[in-house]
């Protein structure tokens, strides 16, 4: 190739050719094992060491604490929207939402199908122009969680300074500027992201999504959503009985 192309694409964005070129080789032999990765199985000791390569990682790049379980799982971010209601909305405990635009109405809109859900604070009023200043927040009595949009990726709008929920878990979907800037972990309950847009890293194929969960919020989970259920699948994918999209995870 003598031309690469720039994307300056609001999500997929370019990455440097030495990464897509290890890439390429490793994908016909991975590591000298006379396959590819995508021919080996999700439960083998070399895709185990990606694996655990892969979470580390993330925990040293995102400083990540201890208590907090880290999973790759299959459907990309808008999975997450449905996912995180089905675990942990209760009746009489909504989930709050914080509106700013386009990515936190589709996380609030699939709420809504779940269960009970109230709006914390919208900034429509302003066109979504802005996020809202943590004076304008109210979050219900027995909220079950208070959910915001990091960045939204449509909007052009971010957050400069997350808000204190005090007892009630702060849930962020970061699936555009995850891993761009440092972030104190332990400030919230779950955070998950979109693999696709991890932030202009681009860390990963889309159709992958990664959850950091606080472990008390783990245990917060209702034992109603079969394998949606987050401590069963924090469980199993621990476990290896998931398969893991091992391709994207590697990538
Ligand atoms: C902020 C935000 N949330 C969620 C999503 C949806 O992610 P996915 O395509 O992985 O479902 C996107 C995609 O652009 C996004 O920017």
């Not at 604490?65 to 405990?93: C, E, I, K, W």
């Not at 122009?129 to 909007?155: G, K, Q, W």
């Not at 555009?176 to 955070?191: K, Y």
């Not at 959850?211 to 109603?224: M, Y």
Request: glycine fraction near 6%; hydrophobic fraction near 40%.
């Amino acid at each position: 190739m003598t031309q690469r192309a720039y994307n300056f694409n609001a999500g997929p964005a370019a990455l440097p050719l030495d990464v897509l070129k290890q890439a390429q080789e490793q994908f016909v032999d991975f590591n000298g094992a006379g396959m590819s990765i995508m021919e080996m199985s999700h439960r083998s000791a070399q895709y185990e060491q990606v694996h655990e390569e892969t979470a580390s990682l993330m925990r040293e790049l995102f400083g990540i604490p201890d208590n907090y379980h880290v999973l790759f799982l299959q459907g990309g971010a808008s999975t997450q929207f449905a996912m995180l209601p089905m675990n942990l909305l209760r009746p009489g405990r909504p989930g709050a939402y914080i509106m700013t635009g386009s990515w936190a109405d589709k996380a609030l809109k699939e709420a809504k199908l779940i269960g009970e859900t109230a709006i914390a604070a919208s900034t429509e009023g302003d066109r979504f122009t802005r996020m809202p200043d943590s004076s304008e927040i109210r979050i219900p009595e027995h909220a079950a969680y208070v959910h915001l949009t990091s960045n939204e990726t449509i909007e052009g709008t971010q957050y400069a300074v997350y808000p204190d929920t005090g007892s009630v878990p702060l849930v962020a979907d970061m699936s555009s500027d995850i891993l761009s800037r440092p972030v104190d972990v332990s400030q919230f309950g779950v955070i998950y992201a979109g693999a696709q847009k991890i932030s202009a890293l681009r860390a990963s194929p889309s159709s992958l999504f990664a959850t950091i969960w606080r472990r008390r919020a783990q245990k917060a989970c209702r034992r109603c959503c079969g394998t949606a259920r987050m401590r069963k699948t924090a469980r199993s994918t621990i476990r290896r009985r998931r398969s893991r999209s091992i391709w994207s995870i590697w990538c």
